[in-house]
């Protein structure tokens, strides 16, 4: 057996920015995952009939689930960028340590900005 | 067979395939709607109705279904090492996720057939 002590304080741990990215990809991947049903439900009023579609642009208004669409655009837009670095990491773009960073930190500006845009153009 | 399905080298490409799909229709979808103007009823109605747009979507559901099993599935056997549990929750997963996509499949069919 192994009995060398295991040290895991979460807040403790100082992941690097590549490790944030990572762990967020993670994240938002099952919270993307958990919202798949719901997606489907929200497909169906938009299509069955006129009255459903509007009964779904008064729930999507509502600030409690605005809330909810907000942490749902942030799993999509860090899925979908986080996803493409991953996907240059394979063909070896950015592999090298300096190049892993300031990819992962591009990942977040580039998301940022997305964010806003895209929430500017949903809410405004 | 092996008791994980889709073990190895085939899940990996699968996902960065379905990955790459995905990324595509994202895209397509998002300038597709937001160059069609004014969000209605009807104009939704006709972009989901279109032949071209049915279809990109019915693969769309498609490659999320093995995208979301395959995610679902690594984290589920990094995290989870009871084995009981382990096929406990990866049938869970399965079938919230066929469940899903033959409903979705409803909703896209039915738009051909009426």
């Known amino acids: 057996m192994n009995s060398r002590p295991v040290y895991l304080n979460l807040l403790k741990i100082r992941l690097p920015i590549t490790g944030i990215v990572s762990i967020a990809h993670r994240i938002s991947g099952v919270l993307l995952f958990l919202a798949i049903p719901f997606a489907v439900y929200l497909l169906d009023l938009s299509i069955e009939s006129e009255q459903s579609f509007a009964r779904l642009i008064e729930l999507l208004q509502q600030p409690s689930l605005v809330v909810l669409q907000m942490i749902l655009l942030w799993s999509l837009v860090h899925h979908l960028i986080a996803g493409i670095r991953f996907l240059l990491i394979d063909a070896e773009v950015g592999i090298e340590l300096a190049g892993a960073r300031s990819g992962a930190w591009l990942v977040f500006i580039t998301e940022a900005l997305v964010i806003l845009l895209v929430s500017g153009w949903l809410f405004i | ?114």
């Open chain 2, 1 to 114: 067979m092996s008791l994980y399905v889709l073990e190895g080298l085939r899940p990996w490409v699968i996902q960065r395939v379905s990955a790459v799909y995905i990324v595509l229709f994202c895209l397509y979808t998002f300038f597709s709607l937001l160059s069609a103007g004014q969000f209605s009823y009807e104009s939704w109605k006709d972009w989901l109705y279109h032949p071209f747009n049915t279809t990109v979507t019915g693969v769309f559901i498609i490659a999320l279904l093995f995208h979301a099993w395959i995610g679902m599935r690594d984290i589920v056997l990094d995290y989870v090492k009871n084995i009981m549990l382990r096929i406990f929750i990866l049938a869970m997963l399965m079938g919230v996720l066929i469940g899903s996509a033959l409903w979705a499949f409803r909703i896209l069919l039915l738009s051909v057939v009426s």
